[in-house]
């Protein structure tokens, strides 16, 4: 059977499905993913023993409770701060747009940024991402930001952003990490207006 079902509790007593599943790719570290439904995706290393599964739910249920607390203190209120500070810190303040928000309808993105019509100017970030880095989301929201000031993933456009943001390679990185570990590719996690995300035409 592909996938093995398992309940955990959170601290609120709450039962959180995790649906196990063993991934040849995966040979040290197990990884888990919050499904839309609510539901937890937890793939393990192929030859993982049974019996260590027991140990590694209650550190899923502990990293999910931790997790839940880092996301319910990013709130849009937030998200809009940070973008300020990362205007005003890294791009001198140059960068304009007229709202900022998270959103839970992105499927294959985690990023995009509206060009134009009654929407231009709107910016919105994947909640998926809550739970990532603060130097991760920062990065997302500078890359969108540029956008403001590049409609493509121009070599200026990387430029730009590569000298403004300083994490900007180490930020590409663990995309490419995190998307590798879910099954997808780099144009999956960006998006830029009226295309799909496309890597840097600069680099191999």
Same mark, same amino acid.
């Given at each position: 059977?592909?996938?093995?079902?398992?309940?955990?509790?959170?601290?609120?007593?709450?039962?959180?499905i +995790?649906?196990?599943?063993?991934?040849?790719?995966?040979t040290?570290?197990?990884?888990w993913?919050?499904?839309?439904?609510?539901?937890?995706?937890?793939r393990?290393?192929?030859?993982?023993?049974?019996?260590? +599964?027991?140990?590694?739910?209650?550190? +899923?249920?502990?990293?999910?409770?931790?997790?839940?607390?880092?996301?319910?203190?990013?709130?849009?209120a937030?998200?809009?701060q940070?973008?300020e500070?990362?205007?005003?810190?890294?791009?001198k303040?140059?960068l304009?747009?007229?709202?900022?928000?998270?959103?839970?309808?992105?499927?294959?993105?985690?990023?995009?940024?509206?060009?134009?019509?009654?929407?231009?100017?709107?910016?919105?970030?994947?909640?998926?991402?809550?739970?990532?880095?603060?130097?991760v989301?920062?990065?997302?929201?500078?890359?969108?930001?540029?956008?403001?000031?590049?409609?493509?993933?121009?070599?200026?456009?990387?430029?730009?952003?590569?000298?403004?943001?300083?994490?900007t390679?180490?930020?590409?990185?663990?995309?490419?990490?995190?998307?590798?570990?879910?099954?997808?590719?780099?144009?999956?996690?960006?998006?830029?207006?009226?295309?799909?995300?496309?890597?840097?035409?600069?680099?191999?």
């Open positions: 059977m592909e996938y093995q079902r398992y309940q955990i509790r959170n601290k609120q007593g709450e039962q959180v +995790v649906n196990l599943k063993r991934d040849k790719r995966l040290k570290t197990s990884r993913e919050r499904l839309p439904d609510g539901s937890l995706l937890l393990i290393p192929y030859r993982l023993p049974r019996y260590r +599964v027991a140990a590694l739910l209650e550190q +899923v249920a502990s990293q999910v409770d931790k997790a839940s607390a880092v996301r319910a203190r990013r709130t849009d937030e998200l809009h940070r973008a500070r990362i205007n005003h810190k890294y791009f303040g140059k304009q747009w007229n709202n900022i928000r998270w959103v839970s309808n992105m499927q294959a993105r985690i990023g995009s940024c509206t060009r134009g019509g009654p929407t231009d100017g709107e910016i919105r970030i994947s909640d998926k991402i809550k739970g990532w880095p603060d130097w989301i920062d990065y997302v929201i500078a890359h969108e930001l540029m956008h403001r000031k590049y409609p493509n993933h121009s070599a200026a456009f990387w430029n730009d952003l590569q000298a403004g943001y300083p994490l390679e180490q930020a590409r990185g663990f995309i490419q990490g995190m998307s590798f570990a879910a099954g997808r590719v780099l144009d999956d996690d960006l998006e830029e207006p009226s295309q799909a995300f496309q890597d840097n035409p600069n680099k191999s």
